[in-house]
């Protein structure tokens, strides 16, 4: 099977029957609304390879998650790799389409042990197999050519030892918006909306989408992206049917412009992100729900604490701020990254808290 079920991943849900509403039909996936990232800053420090994710997948499916996030470029390739490594110690624990696996593709993802020099392997990987031009490479990173991108996505599903993924995301395209200009961006969109659909149609994908940091919510017209405009681009190339059907970005207690800040017109009418991809029946899945654990310098006040969970049930600042991003109306799953099984068990304590409602949940705004 390549792919999660629909019975399959309600299946999984039902282990974990005592938690309260963590689980969300999203198109025909059932998905835990925490998700675990495997995103780590600055992939070139030795550090960054001393640990791993391991038994951080293994802890975080145990404990009822069945969403696992990662990209091509994480580490080098790294955290593809050990998600895969522990897919297959859990064995037959967990069955391939009880899970929601997803990575993302445009950065040039090197490899690890490092290359002596990126730009030789750039040019003999890419430049010289005719996957991109010198021209088609932002910054010496970013490559957005459908060809570049089919080699990254079989590339990351070897990694992962899977046939296909649930959600594939065309990652931070905002980065060659600037150099393309608006008409040749959205006409490049298009044609690697519809490799994406033949990627489909041959089982290496189910869905897509399009991952961003401050893409949708942008002040800058030089890297805003217009939601209602990759939709019609789908549309165009995929018709009704098409599979773009996600978005992820940021969004925390201290980033919260996609709930809060107006950035996308729908029908001509301005709306926030979230409320766009309401209308436009896009899920949304929301990483860097703990802001890199920037969020907790000082204590939480004790009226944050009583909005999230009137139970006090939540013991620490951490939970509290998934709780928040959980509770966030129209979010599908929120993202946290750890290597620390203890931390991803206490970090799953909220799902046995509901979710806030929305009348209480909007107050935290008026704080």
Not at 22 to 37: A, P, Q
Not at 73 to 86: C, F, L, P, T, V
Not at 113 to 139: G, H, R, S, V
């Amino acid at each position: 099977m390549n792919f999660s079920t629909q019975e399959a991943t309600l299946e999984f849900a039902k282990k974990f029957s005592h938690y309260k509403d963590f689980y969300l039909k999203s198109n025909d996936l059932i998905i835990s609304k925490l998700g675990l990232g495997t995103f780590n800053m600055e992939p070139y420090k030795e550090e960054n390879y001393l640990f791993h994710y391991i038994e951080a997948v293994k802890e975080a499916i145990k404990n009822g998650i069945n969403h696992i996030d990662t990209a091509s470029n994480y580490r080098y390739g790294q955290s593809e790799k050990e998600i895969g490594i522990a897919l297959r110690e859990l064995g037959s624990e967990v069955k391939r389409e009880e899970l929601i696996l997803t990575s993302k593709g445009g950065f040039i993802q090197l490899e690890y042990p490092f290359p002596q020099n990126p730009y030789t392997w750039i040019e003999e990987n890419i430049i010289n197999t005719k996957l991109a031009t010198y021209e088609d490479i932002e910054l010496d990173q970013h490559c957005l050519t459908p060809d570049f991108l089919e080699w990254s996505l079989k590339r990351s599903l070897e990694n992962v030892g899977v046939e296909g993924f649930d959600i594939y995301y065309l990652h931070n395209p905002e980065m060659q918006l600037a150099r393309l200009g608006e008409k040749e961006f959205y006409k490049l969109i298009e044609k690697i909306f519809k490799r994406f659909e033949k990627l489909a149609d041959k089982g290496l994908l189910k869905y897509y989408g399009v991952a961003v940091w401050n893409g949708f919510t942008s002040q800058s017209v030089e890297e805003l992206l217009s939601l209602e405009k990759l939709v019609e681009c789908a549309k165009k190339v995929g018709g009704e049917n098409n599979r773009f059907k996600y978005i992820q970005l940021p969004f925390n207690m201290g980033k919260t412009a996609p709930y809060t800040q107006p950035s996308q017109k729908v029908k001509g009418e301005s709306c926030t992100i979230l409320q766009s991809a309401y209308r436009l029946k896009i899920g949304v899945i929301n990483s860097s729900s703990l802001l890199q654990r920037k969020l907790f310098q000082k204590p939480f006040s004790a009226e944050v604490g009583v909005i999230l969970d009137d139970t006090m049930t939540i013991k620490d600042d951490v939970g509290l701020a998934l709780q928040f991003c959980r509770s966030t109306p129209t979010i599908v799953s929120s993202l946290f990254g750890s290597i620390v099984p203890k931390n991803i068990k206490q970090n799953c304590e909220i799902a046995k808290v509901r979710a806030v409602p929305r009348g209480k949940y909007d107050l935290l705004y008026k704080l």
